[in-house]
């Protein structure tokens, strides 16, 4: 009995140990961003009150927080069935969580050949987007974030193809009572060198009367030209960030399912032996 014992833990070893953490280390990380993500969503709805009110996020074709939760939830279940199916040598939840990468990765495959092949359609679809999400733009705190970014950070640009869109925007509407009639939200505004920035540099700027000055005080180009050039000046980088996360799931892929054919070969072994 001790030397079937002893036997059994010599053959034990071959499950690659540098495998088996490999994966659990990996996926403990995985699990953590996505808590972490999750929280942050959940965080941004208790802000807003959206529990009290679930139509909320129904009245927006996009909310960023509800992106959040559903990608940071899926997160944490693959990545919990990843550390615990690595470290307690679970074949069942090895197996949920490289065909679940697998899932993703087709899905990924597919998705990128439809926008290449669709293209005209999904930039329509883009425009729609962003169309809806300026109309919404006071609506949610997110949006409303996510825009500014976009708009002063990231790509430096005002409304969908130009400054003229926000007029479709209650506030900056030409005919609203407010004081941001005919103006641009503050994120349109070009930067100065200025300590304290005119956060009212957008008022009244859609006016004809600022027609020789416009260029000057506020970004004129809409984000889906500028998001265009900006992609296309940088189509290297963004297809080697493709091509690295690709890799990354081909080896959540490969790796799991060598860890379970590994303990799968010691069970027959031991079945065998007993």
């Known amino acids: 009995m001790a030397r079937t014992r002893r036997k059994h833990q010599t053959d034990r070893t071959e ?74 040598e679970n074949t069942c939840m090895l197996a949920f969580f490289a065909t679940t990468v697998a899932i993703f990765l087709i899905t990924e495959l597919i998705l990128g050949i439809l926008a290449f092949v669709y293209k005209d359609w999904l930039k329509k679809t883009i425009e729609d987007g962003v169309q809806k999400m300026i109309v919404n733009y006071r609506d949610d705190p997110d949006l409303q974030n996510l825009i500014d970014w976009v708009q002063a950070d990231w790509l430096k640009c005002c409304g969908q193809l130009s400054y003229k869109d926000w007029e479709s925007n209650i506030y900056f509407n030409c005919s609203s009572p407010g004081s941001e009639a005919c103006g641009v939200p503050f994120s349109c505004c070009k930067r100065t060198n200025d300590v304290i920035q005119n956060r009212q540099c957008g008022y009244d700027i859609m006016l004809s009367s600022h027609d020789k000055d416009r260029d000057s005080v506020i970004y004129t180009t809409g984000c889906i030209p500028t998001g265009e050039k900006w992609l296309n000046d940088n189509l290297i980088p963004v297809a080697g960030v493709f091509v690295g996360v690709a890799v990354l799931q081909i080896l959540g892929i490969c790796f799991p399912y060598n860890l379970r054919s590994d303990i799968l070969a010691q069970r027959e072994k031991w079945s065998y032996q007993n």
């Open 15 to 88: 499950v690659s140990c540098c495998i088996k953490y490999l994966v659990f280390g990996f996926n403990v990380f995985f699990w953590i961003l996505g808590g972490a993500i999750c929280g942050i969503g959940l965080w941004a709805w208790t802000e807003k009150d959206t529990f009290t009110n679930l139509s909320k996020i129904t009245a927006l074709a996009f909310d960023p927080a509800l992106i959040f939760i559903l990608a940071g939830g899926c997160m944490c279940i693959i990545g919990f069935c990843g550390c615990v199916g690595a470290l307690r």
